[in-house]
Nanobody
């Protein structure tokens, strides 16, 4: 059974940093894509960053240069380092996993989802 459990959310002032983590367990494939998405109430879930099993990464334009996605194979963990946070970054953040041969920030690429961790950014 695949499980994704996020942690690291919290409240921070604009300009601050947070590091989100996602522990991935039970994932059956050695070829995969892992991603971070975010959602605010009343709006669609949007892709933030993704990384595949070869280490290839992609980012939404809104976070390029500020966020860094990484994975720790030893810990089966996915991380999102978020620097220079802005109020617009406030959202529920979800990690997701895909075993399909796809790569990108479309939510329909992903089969498995965590329950989310809340990020609040005050101005």
């Amino acid at each position: 059974q695949v499980q994704l459990v996020e942690s690291g959310g919290g409240s921070v002032q604009a300009g601050g940093s947070l590091r989100l983590s996602c522990i991935v367990s039970g994932f059956p494939d050695s070829t995969y894509t892992l991603g971070w998405f975010r959602q605010v109430p009343g709006k669609e879930r949007k892709g933030v960053a993704a990384i595949d099993s070869d280490g290839k990464t992609t980012y939404a334009d809104s976070v390029k240069g500020r966020f860094t996605i990484s994975q720790d194979d030893h810990e089966s963990a996915l991380h999102l380092q978020m620097d220079s946070l802005k109020p617009d970054d406030a959202a529920m953040y979800y990690c997701a996993a895909s075993s399909a041969v796809v790569f990108g920030l479309r939510s329909d690429f992903y089969d498995y989802w965590g329950h989310g961790t809340q990020v609040t950014v005050s101005s």
